[in-house]
């Protein structure tokens, strides 16, 4: 578990330069939020402490929080075993409030599980 | 934090039809994996309710834990404000590991963060 991985060792390759970056509450474990990051992204976070995330709709660098106060202050970075996804554990300043609706989670919606008959999924697995 | 979205309304288009798949230990917050989700691997996922990805790097559907056994059971399925992501709690089964390198989670290499002066980033969060 105490492996080190330089951030010039990351794959920036599958996603067109591009890393998703998840955003967790150390305190809790709760995900926050998904982004994105490019190399610059990630070298500015690792330099600053703070998230910096890559905009693909507006296609530039936004630092969460900016404008709200509610900055990402970086607690520590993993990354997994493709080095092509990285896990921040941050503290949320100001308000406490990751997402622009209002909540501390992005991640707020219901998808609901789709309860098929177990008879089908065993007539498909047995062919 | 009760809405509910159906797995249409989500959207593939950002990421020409995939959508990043954040694999999470409800007991304790650990993130375990995080993978990838076309339309096709999310509704196999929601009928059978076990983890199905999308592989990038093969270009194929995966059943996650086909073949070693440690198949992630779906307990609940969230998505975010932009319907861009989605987050799965999941129960892992067999020996309740996700990674192939034989640890519970993908995520055991430290990305440091870079101990710059803070006199720099003053000077440059100034400019």
């Not at 920036?12 to 490019?38: C, H, S, W, Y």
């Amino acid at each position: 578990m105490s492996a080190k991985s330089d951030f010039e060792t990351l794959d920036f390759t599958k996603m067109a330069g591009l890393v998703p970056a998840v955003i967790q509450d150390p305190e809790n474990g709760e995900v926050l939020m998904v982004g994105f990051m490019t190399q610059d992204a990630l070298e500015i976070t690792l330099r600053r402490g703070y998230v910096t995330f890559y905009s693909r709709t507006r296609d530039e660098l936004w630092t969460k929080g900016e404008t709200s106060g509610n900055r990402l202050r970086v607690i520590s970075v993993l990354t997994d075993c493709d080095h092509d996804t990285l896990l921040f554990r941050v503290q949320v300043e100001g308000q406490g409030v990751v997402c622009h609706r209002g909540t501390r989670s992005c991640f707020t919606e219901n998808v609901p599980l789709k309860n098929e008959d177990p008879a089908v999924l065993c007539a498909e697995e047995s062919r």
